[in-house]
């Protein structure tokens, strides 16, 4: 099994360069369309960070332009002097057979494609159809120029840098739009996006097949990646805490789990073999469910689950109450009403121990450190 595969292997990387397969945009993007056909009917979409040239959200959308109803869709791409990994760029043919086409500015210089109306006659708009320009600066998501692009967008959507991830999704939260992006499930633990999570103001989106995002690489070798992460054959390295962010509704997330009772759960799954109850933590007033699967449907408490939760969330069957960990977990009430001195008294035999963090005694009276825990109580 692959070691460490995640977005933090990408940034270590320092490369951008990380391209979605047409066939997970199509599966998330279909689940929208499938919970409201006509949310995008008569919308502007903008997808920032893209190039159709190399790209499949431009690909995508400019094929379902029509039967998704669109109104506009703009693209815009990042320079190629602007990226970290430049290696083996050749401007395509589509680049330089157009009249456009700037020996100079093709290094230096963004792109902008719009799709709005059937430019070459042909009684559709499609792909075909889309005309482009070269912008003023480098097409970096935060210029004035592609800043000034969501005011006209109704939708954001993107796969973006993974090394900015933090810095572009303050900058969409700013745009105030409907938006649809692809990023780390650690994100979830930022604390400008945990109380959009908590407020159901963002959620995770349908979600990769298996939970598994696999990327096409620019560039790269198995060398830098963990074990199992870049496959030289195909080119394309997989990713397992990969998701979808958006505040677009969708159908998933209004589907309860499926649930055992407390007793049954005691008796029958093997992840709880050897306990007669769940522990419940020493500095919280909440049980410890380390498996979203084993949460108890007949519980009325509070419950520490894992960040992986949020993948079966329904709003109407719990309601998010916090997140533990460090000041954030403090803030939303773990470990608050412990003192710093209160909290070394008590758990200073465990060097894990830090302020917020969920903490418990097994059935061997050892205190165990809980991985990262949202806590979330069922819905009456
Ligand atoms: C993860 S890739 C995704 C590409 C494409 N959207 C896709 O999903 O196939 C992110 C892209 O953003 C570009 N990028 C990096 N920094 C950027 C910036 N500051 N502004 C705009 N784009 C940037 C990278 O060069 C890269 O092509």
Redesign the pocket.
């Known amino acids: 099994m692959a070691k460490n595969a995640n977005l933090g292997q990408a940034k270590a990387a320092k490369n951008?360069?990380?391209?979605?397969q047409y066939a997970d945009i199509q599966k998330e993007v279909n689940a929208y369309i499938e919970y409201n056909p006509d949310v995008f009917r008569g919308k502007t979409i903008l997808?920032?960070?893209?190039?159709p040239e190399?790209?499949?959200?431009t690909k995508f959308f400019a094929q379902n332009f029509e039967f998704f109803g669109l109104k506009k869709l703009i693209s815009?791409?990042?320079a190629i002097e602007?990226?970290?990994?430049k290696e083996g760029y050749m401007p395509s043919l589509f680049e330089t057979e157009s009249p456009q086409y700037d020996i100079d500015k093709t290094r230096t210089h963004?792109k902008i494609f719009i799709l709005d109306y059937d430019a070459n006659a042909s009684g559709r708009i499609d792909i075909d159809d889309l005309q482009w320009k070269y912008l003023e600066g480098d097409?970096?998501?935060?210029s004035a120029e592609?800043t000034a692009l969501c005011a006209e967008a109704d939708f954001i959507i993107?796969?973006?840098?993974?090394?900015?991830f933090r810095e572009f999704l303050l900058w969409l939260l700013e745009s105030k739009k409907l938006f649809l992006i692809?990023g780390s499930m650690n994100s979830i633990t930022y604390k400008e996006v945990f109380p959009l999570i908590k407020n159901n103001q963002m959620w995770l989106g349908n979600g990769f097949a298996a939970g598994n995002a696999f990327?096409r690489v620019a560039g790269g070798t198995s060398a830098d990646y963990a074990d199992g992460v870049y496959d030289v054959s195909t080119g394309m390295v997989k990713f397992r805490n990969c998701c979808w962010f958006t505040n677009i509704d969708h159908g998933r997330r209004h589907q309860p789990m499926t649930l055992m009772t407390m007793a049954d759960n005691l008796k029958f799954n093997k992840k709880l073999k050897g306990q007669t109850e769940y522990y419940h933590y020493d500095n919280f007033d909440a049980i410890e469910v380390p498996y979203t699967d084993l949460i108890p449907k007949d519980f009325d408490g509070i419950m520490g689950v894992p960040i992986s939760f949020l993948e079966k969330y329904c709003p109407e069957q719990f309601e998010i109450l916090g997140i533990d960990g460090g000041d954030m977990g403090v803030f939303y009430g773990v470990g608050a009403h412990l003192t710093k001195q209160e909290c070394h008294d008590r758990f200073a035999e465990h060097r894990g121990f830090r302020r917020g963090k969920l903490c418990y005694r097994d059935c061997d009276h050892k205190l165990q450190m809980c991985y990262r825990r949202i806590l979330i109580r069922k819905k009456q």
């Open positions: 951008d360069e990380f391209y979605t997808l920032p960070c893209d190039d190399w790209s499949n959200f815009t791409s990042y602007s990226k970290k990994f963004g097409g970096d998501f935060r592609v993107t796969n973006p840098p993974f090394s900015l692809i990327f």
